[in-house]
């Protein structure tokens, strides 16, 4: 298993602005993934963090609304860009110990307002 | 794409055995069946995941159907805090990637 944290737990932004969320996780793992759970909804993945290179994003998600760095095997970042309320929602952090297996560890994730 | 089918919400005694089903008719041979549960305002905890046998670990078993189509997440002795919503998950590989597919989920509510 893997402990992982988040940066904020929360915030509360204005439209037009950037948050930057932090994922740490207490060790090195192959695969890292960030989420996106709009409210009363299930979970949409946004991209896979890949160390070193560009994140592999999903249909509908943009690197320029969504930057994602991984410098190394157990840090991320997921920045939300030039926000709008419809960005308001839960952004979870996840890990995988394999490549291509699917028991994943959950961050508590960062619940972002944006008014 | 496999998709997954829950009833949106269930009800169940604390302490009797919770059942909940998935149908995931479009199943393909060499995709896995997940659970993972989401206990509120925290991120999802992994359960437990199979192929074509029957699982069991230290907190549910999965009865996965002969032709794969449906599954069932059983919970033997349901307590309160197994209140959540749980979701029934397939792995599939898209674009060269593992991705778990998630559907709507199944809110279980244990009432003493």
């Known amino acids: 298993s893997a402990v992982i944290s988040q940066k904020p737990s929360r915030d509360i932004c204005q439209r037009g602005t950037s948050l930057t969320i932090q994922c740490q996780v207490d060790s090195q793992v192959t695969m890292m993934f960030w989420y996106r759970q709009q409210p009363g909804q299930s979970l949409t993945l946004i991209a896979t963090a890949n160390q070193g290179s560009e994140a592999t994003y999903e249909s509908g998600f943009v690197i320029d609304k969504f930057p994602i760095s991984r410098p190394n095997l157990t840090f991320s970042t997921l920045t939300v860009s030039n926000m709008s309320p419809e960005d308001s929602s839960i952004y979870l952090c996840?890990?995988?110990?394999?490549?291509?297996?699917?028991?994943?560890?959950f961050g508590p994730g960062t619940r972002l307002t944006v008014l | 794409d496999a998709k997954t089918t829950q009833p949106p919400s269930m009800d169940c005694a604390e302490g009797r055995a919770a059942n909940l089903p998935c149908n995931h008719s479009t199943i393909s041979g060499n995709e896995y069946v997940y659970w993972y549960r989401q206990i509120h305002s925290q991120g999802p905890q992994y359960i437990i995941h199979g192929l074509k046998n029957n699982e069991t670990n230290e907190m549910a078993s999965l009865i996965i159907t002969e032709d794969r189509k449906s599954s069932t997440l059983i919970l033997p002795h349901a307590t309160l805090r197994d209140t959540a919503v749980y979701y029934c998950?397939?792995?599939?590989?898209?674009?060269?990637?593992?991705?778990?597919?998630w559907g709507a989920g199944t809110k279980l509510i244990i009432k003493p």
């Open positions: 996840s890990v995988s110990m394999r490549t291509g297996f699917g028991e994943q560890f």
């Open positions: 998950i397939v792995r599939a590989l898209l674009d060269s990637n593992y991705q778990l597919i």
